[in-house]
């Protein structure tokens, strides 16, 4: 299929695996908080509230990651700082895990108990909730993220490290000799234009 190719199959790919953890995780959190507060007569965290949570938590995750380009948002701020490898894996994943789960929990959290408990209750639920969620978010995230890195890139044929792929023009590729001269593979290896 080839909207899950190159630089948009990628991000697409990216943002599915990622949100089905995420809403998976979170829906079970907050579903079973809310049973907890409520005592087990309220029948809150069921099957069916379970599938109707993540179902709702993968599209607003889905749209907020497809229209906030978090990754790039946690990669700028990583760099800014001058962090590289692991320090800097873990201080992007702290600013996605910052942008994401504070939408995505506040707009499940009011989906999820605005109607028993009107604004305010749910909005008091939802601050209650939102340090732990953080917390959660950040963990599913750092160890969620490489992986699914590896497996979108794998899936899309695109690799962020490498974004100008190299081969013949005549395949919609750029020619492997950039502005700064030979990028790509010695004259020797085929698929090489000359």
Do not use: H
Not at 43 to 70: N, R, W
Not at 94 to 101: H, M, P, S, Y
Not at 102 to 112: A, E, R
Not at 155 to 180: C, L
Request: without cysteine.
């Amino acid at each position: 299929m080839k909207s899950f190719k190159g630089p948009g199959g990628y991000g697409r790919i990216m943002n599915i695996v990622m949100n089905i953890f995420m809403s998976a995780v979170f829906s079970a959190f907050m579903l079973w908080t809310m049973q907890q507060r409520a005592g087990d007569m309220a029948q809150i965290f069921t099957p069916t509230s379970f599938i109707l949570s993540f179902i709702t938590g993968f599209g607003i995750g889905y749209a907020t990651t497809d229209i906030i380009p978090v990754f790039r948002a946690g990669s700028a701020v990583a760099k800014k700082l001058g962090l590289k490898g692991v320090p800097g894996y873990f201080v992007t994943v702290l600013v996605i895990d910052l942008i994401v789960t504070t939408i995505l929990s506040f707009l499940m959290s009011m989906i999820n108990t605005v109607e028993r408990f009107g604004f305010p209750g749910a909005f008091m639920s939802w601050i209650s909730m939102l340090p732990i969620l953080l917390l959660i978010g950040y963990v599913v995230q750092l160890i969620v993220t490489k992986p699914a890195m590896m497996f979108a890139k794998n899936a899309s044929g695109f690799d962020p490290d490498n974004p100008m792929p190299m081969g013949p023009p005549s395949m919609g590729m750029p020619p492997a000799d950039g502005p700064a001269g030979p990028t790509g593979p010695p004259p020797s290896m085929p698929g090489r234009p000359n």
